[in-house]
């Protein structure tokens, strides 16, 4: 079971952090990620980590947010910041233990429910 939480509201500029609670099975060998989407749009990758601490990040956040894993604690968080308006989302915690670990939405099989992000203007 994944659980997000961190969400809320911010204004543009600011900075928000999430973070992301594993249980039921360790996930110390998942590759683990954040995803987020806008109603009515596709559900886009935001950041993943491999089991070995390997971060990789989509272009239109690099920079501005941080991935980090705690395995000991099982746990994933994301530190967000000058966020912008284009950042405003529901964000996604998500895990699997494929081989590959890519930023890739159907490689992904446990998912979270989701933490509101608004930036607003």
């Known amino acids: 079971q994944l659980v997000e939480s961190g969400g809320g509201s911010v204004q543009a500029g600011g900075s928000l952090r999430l973070s992301c609670t594993a249980s039921g099975f360790p996930y110390t060998r998942y590759c683990m990620g954040w995803f987020r989407q806008v109603p009515g749009k596709e559900r886009e990758g935001v950041a993943y980590v491999t089991e070995v601490g390997t971060v990789r990040y989509a272009s239109s956040v690099q920079g501005r947010f941080t991935a980090s894993r705690d395995k000991a604690a099982n746990t994933l968080d994301l530190q967000m910041n000058s966020l912008n308006v284009e950042d405003t989302a529901i964000y996604y915690c998500?895990?699997?233990?494929?081989?590959?670990?890519?930023?890739?939405?159907?490689?992904?099989?446990?998912w979270g429910q989701g933490t509101q992000v608004t930036v607003a203007s």
């Open positions: 998500a895990a699997h233990d494929k081989a590959v670990c890519q930023l890739r939405e159907d490689l992904f099989n446990d």
